[in-house]
């Protein structure tokens, strides 16, 4: 089942998201409002899901990496592939937000 996972949401290496950040990377953080209170990685932005769509000219720069994050893994990867069908080309799914935060700390 795991294995169903991470062929769902991860294709093949696992990018250097700390690299990506350093390239004028940034994270979207596609949980709700309150969960994005509640704690966040600083400097992320919060757009959540379910508005994402709605927002996209927020994110002006269709080759700009962009790390999507949320609490497990799952909203993040639905939010990098709305993204992809939309024609940005360098998005990553960070999965859950914490996990992210130890990964570029």
């Not at 294709?11 to 350093?22: A, I, V, Y």
């Not at 769509?53 to 994050?69: F, H, M, V, Y």
């Not at 990098?80 to 069908?85: D, E, F, M, R, T």
Request: hydrophobic share 30%; charged share 20%; with cysteine.
């Amino acid at each position: 089942m795991l294995n169903i996972f991470k062929r769902l949401f991860r294709s093949g290496t696992s990018p250097d998201f700390t690299e990506l950040l350093k390239n004028d990377g940034i994270i979207i953080d596609v949980r709700t409002t309150g969960e994005y209170a509640s704690g966040h990685i600083k400097g992320s932005q919060n757009i959540p899901l379910n508005v994402l769509p709605a927002n996209l000219s927020k994110l002006k720069d269709k080759g700009q990496p962009i790390i999507t994050c949320c609490a497990s893994g799952m909203r993040s990867a639905t939010a990098k592939n709305i993204l992809k069908n939309q024609g940005y080309t360098n998005v990553h799914n960070g999965g859950g937000w914490r996990n992210l935060y130890y990964k570029i700390s």
